[in-house]
Every structure is written in C-alpha cells, then in structure tokens.
C-alpha cells in the first residue's frame, strides 16, 4: 500500500493548522501531528474506516476517518493506493464537504 495526498487535501491540512497556530501553538502542531499519524495508520488497516454515506452518490468509494472527534480525512482506495482527497472540520455544514469532493 502507498498513502497519496491530493494537493487540495494537503492545503486544507495546511489551512488547519494556520488557523490554529494563531490560537494555540501547541494544540497546532497536536492536531497536526495527530492528523498525520492516524493517516499512516491506514498503511496498515485501508478498510478501518466506514464507507461515508453522505458521499455515496460519487463514482468512487469514499471513507471516513474521523480524528480527535472534530476532523474527518475522506479517502478512497485504488489500485493498493491510498487517496487522501480531502480534511474536514466536522463543525462545518456537510454540505461543504460535497461541494469540495466534486471539486477534485
């Protein structure tokens, strides 16, 4: 397996934690860390995560892996590739999210 992050996934991880940093530093680079860890750890375990079904109408098979309860990173699998395609504040209107993914 091989972990790919979309350019727009990564600025979106980017974003976070700018805006956090100005707030906190050190809740910055926690979530930041955090984000990146539990990502690896789909390297081991692809499936761990639910199929979302808020995103079941694309053509790909999105999952969700939820974070510190407040982030959700959305991937799909192809081809023994991980694509992460996309880091969510859960906070925010889901409808975001759908909006963002037909983006990519």
């Not at 979309?6 to 809740?27: D, S």
């Not at 979302?52 to 081809?79: H, N, Q, W």
Request: proline share 3%; glycine share 4%.
């Amino acid at each position: 397996m091989k972990l790919i992050w979309t350019a727009f996934a990564a600025g979106q991880l980017e974003n976070i934690y700018r805006f956090l940093i100005n707030k906190n530093k050190t809740a910055a680079v926690a979530v930041y860390n955090d984000i990146l860890d539990d990502t690896e750890a789909l390297l081991h375990f692809a499936g761990m995560a639910p199929i979302g079904p808020l995103l079941s109408e694309f053509s790909e098979l999105y999952r969700s892996l939820v974070i510190r309860k407040t982030y959700k990173v959305v991937y799909y699998i192809a081809d023994d590739i991980i694509f992460i395609v996309a880091v969510f504040d859960c906070r925010q209107n889901p409808g975001k999210l759908k909006k963002d993914i037909r983006k990519i």
